[in-house]
Antibody, heavy 126, light 109 residues
Framework: QVQLQESGPGLVKPSQTLSLTCTVSGGSISSGDYYWSWIRQPPGKGLEWMGYMYYSGTTYYNPSLKSRVIISGDTSKNQVSLKLTSVTAADTAVYYC??????????????????WGQGTTVTVSS | EIVLTQSPATLSLSPGERATLSCRASQSISNYLAWYQQKPGQAPRLLIYDASNRATDIPARFSGSGSGTDFTLTISSLEPGDFAVYYCQHRSDWPPVYTFGQGTKLEIK
């Protein structure tokens, strides 16, 4: 079955760029059947959607992060990447990648996350 | 922007009891609602999509209902492993913004 694995530095300095990679196994990010999304969770808090990408290159980002976040895909490596610029302590969180599905029947309404990575903790500190 | 409000914030029950968790949307979202379970130190797990459809391998004691603005997740008879935080989630049509509720913590009484 499909598995997602996040990786990247666990510590990032303030004002720098956070870069994470999600490696997908057991499925292809270029299949067109799913979106690929990043979600984060600050310590002790709830879930915040950051953005998604589709194999065509289409992306959309949370308006609250739009100017700082870039999500891209590398089909040759079957990876989805996240870049978050100008980080502050408020960006300290567990970062998850997730597969976004649509209901059976081909509605094309990709809205729920049916496969998640285990998450990776990123701390922003000098 | 659609806001999802979950209640209660914390629910204290005993194993074997029935749990009823609520999620209210700030405007009608048809039945495009999902529910997730998250245990400490773990990623969320999809339980329900389309308000009432169980995801793969989800036990039948989990059920979802509702449409429009009011939704409910019911756990018919709580097992020890069910004590966790539960989130509801939706995606607006356009712009495609994904929103989570703030979560309900289900704790052992």
């Amino acid at each position: 079955q499909v598995q997602l694995q996040e990786s990247g530095p666990g510590l990032v300095k303030p004002s720098q760029t956070l870069s994470l990679t999600c490696t997908v196994s057991g499925g292809s990010i270029s299949s067109g059947d799913y979106y690929w999304s990043w979600i984060r969770q600050p310590p002790g808090k709830g879930l915040e959607w950051m953005g998604y990408m589709y194999y065509s290159g289409t992306t959309y980002y949370n308006p609250s992060l739009k100017s700082r976040v870039i999500i891209s895909g590398d089909t040759s490596k079957n990876q989805v990447s996240l870049k978050l610029t100008s980080v502050t302590a408020a960006d300290t969180a567990v970062y998850y990648c997730a597969r976004v599905s649509c209901p059976p029947g081909g509605t094309g309404y990709f809205y729920y996350m049916d496969v998640w990575g285990q998450g990776t903790t990123v701390t922003v500190s000098s | 922007e659609i806001v999802l409000t979950q209640s209660p914030a914390t629910l204290s029950l005993s194993p074997g009891e029935r749990a009823t968790l609520s999620c209210r949307a700030s405007q009608s979202i048809s039945n495009y609602l999902a529910w997730y379970q998250q245990k400490p130190g773990q990623a969320p797990r999809l339980l329900i999509y389309d308000a009432s459809n169980r995801a793969t391998d989800i036990p039948a004691r989990f059920s979802g209902s509702g449409s429009g603005t009011d939704f409910t997740l019911t756990i018919s008879s709580l097992e020890p492993g069910d004590f966790a935080v539960y989130y509801c989630q939706h995606r607006s049509d356009w712009p495609p913004v994904y929103t989570f509720g703030q979560g309900t913590k289900l704790e052992i009484k």
